[in-house]
């Protein structure tokens, strides 16, 4: 049995860049970082950041292009992919490690809002939309009332 799959949470490093393969159908790449935070064994934090490059295809590749923007938060599921090519330049085979995403889901943007717009229009509208939250009851669950 073999799995190749990749799920990243992250954020935008540069706008997406669509085109179109000679068939047609459009491409978007991208470049996500994650970041990773511990202690090393002097108690000291450390953090390191590890930068991902992102292939999607298809209406997906249109949507991505459309709604995302540097900076914006998304998590991609997808599997890993690596290309080479001959450099003619560098007489030399290049190497890129992608993920080629089936999956991708707009996180919220620095606001805090949903990221849906790439766009910093305002709208006319007199008094901004509200977000639905969740109310969660404030008793605790008792695993034995749950009926599975």
């Given at each position: 049995m073999y799995l190749n799959k990749a799920f990243i949470i992250g954020n935008l490093t540069r706008d997406p860049e669509i085109r179109a393969?000679?068939?047609g159908?459009?491409?978007?790449?991208?470049?996500?970082a994650t970041n990773r935070v511990?202690?090393?064994k002097n108690?000291?934090?450390?953090?390191?950041?590890?930068?991902?490059?992102?292939?999607?295809?298809?209406?997906?590749?249109?949507?991505?292009?459309?709604?995302?923007?540097?900076?914006?938060?998304?998590?991609?599921?997808?599997?890993?992919q690596?290309?080479?090519w001959?450099?003619?330049?560098?007489?030399?085979?290049?190497?890129?490690?992608?993920?080629?995403a089936d999956r991708v889901q707009f996180g919220n943007s620095s606001s805090g809002r949903p990221s849906m717009s790439s766009d910093n229009t305002k709208?006319?509208?007199p008094k901004e939309e509200e977000l639905?939250?969740?109310?969660?009851?404030?008793?605790q669950i008792n695993v034995e009332d749950i009926p599975f």
């Open positions: 393969i000679p068939s159908i459009k491409v978007c790449s991208f470049s996500v511990w202690k090393d108690g000291q934090k450390q953090e390191s950041a590890d930068y991902h490059n992102i292939v999607v295809f298809g209406r997906q590749a249109e949507t991505v292009a459309q709604y995302m923007k540097k900076g914006s938060q998304v998590m991609i599921e997808g599997r890993m690596t290309r080479s001959d450099d003619t330049a560098t007489n030399t085979k290049k190497y890129r490690t992608e993920i080629i709208q006319d509208s639905d939250t969740i109310e969660y009851p404030d008793e």
